[in-house]
């Protein structure tokens, strides 16, 4: 509707265009733009206490010019090498670094500490124990973990309720329902099928070994 009403409106809009332009290009002197009141009364204040504003502004004022020439900047440090040389005296057993060396990229975009003092954990192991309760939380618990990871049994606690791994939620369909499909339920899936595959050799361990047991008494 807008686009049309502008189709519409266009040639009012652009009749004697030319003519217009001209009219107002003509004017000697431009109509200034409306000023709020407040500017209105700053200049007329100025004006008062400076009533040739306009002829010192074009005019070069030669005193301050001569004041500009008095203006000196002098610095009185010392080179910055020669800082950086005494720094290194001062401490030799803790050299400024000398690796230019692009920073190695983390997993997490940072280094994690090699030595985690107790009741803390890290970003890495935090997440492996949240996607290990979600896969299995009646066999990995929060008193588990605590004690495997050296962290309180509250603060696990509190971890596991608010913090949650992201699951790929694939929507419902006409063909299928609304499944989860993220990393725990695929790393749950795998899970059970490297149990099923353990069990099976182990079966097949037994039954070979009863075979030859077979065997040897024959």
């Known amino acids: 509707m807008g686009a049309l009403l502008t189709k519409a409106l266009r040639p009012i809009k652009s009749f004697n265009i030319e003519n217009r332009a001209h009219r107002v290009i003509s004017k000697e002197k431009p109509v200034p733009a409306p000023k709020y009141e407040a500017n209105i009364e700053d200049l007329k204040r100025t004006l ?9 502004l074009d005019k070069k004022d030669p005193a301050l010019d001569e004041r500009l020439k008095d203006v000196y900047v002098t610095s009185h440090g010392r080179p910055e090498d020669d800082i950086t040389r005494e720094k290194i005296k001062q401490n030799p057993n803790r050299p400024l670094p000398q690796e230019r060396r692009q920073v190695q990229d983390y997993d997490f ?9 107790y009741g803390r954990t890290t970003l890495g192991r935090a997440l492996e124990f949240i996607e290990s309760h979600q896969m ?6 929060a008193s588990k973990i605590a004690l495997e990871y050296k962290l309180k049994e509250e603060d696990v606690e509190t971890i596991l309720k608010y913090f949650k791994t992201y699951e790929i939620y694939i929507p419902e369909t006409k063909k299928s329902a609304a499944t989860f499909a993220g990393p725990a339920t695929f790393r749950r899936q795998l899970q059970k099928s490297e149990i099923k595959q353990l069990e099976d050799s182990k079966n097949d361990k037994i039954e070979t070994r009863g075979s030859n047991q077979m065997e040897d008494k024959v």
């Open 109 to 117: 975009g940072l280094k994690e500490p090699d030595r985690i003092p």
């Open 48 to 56: 008062e206490a400076v009533p040739n504003l306009d002829d010192k």
């Open 136 to 141: 299995n939380p009646n066999e990995v618990t």
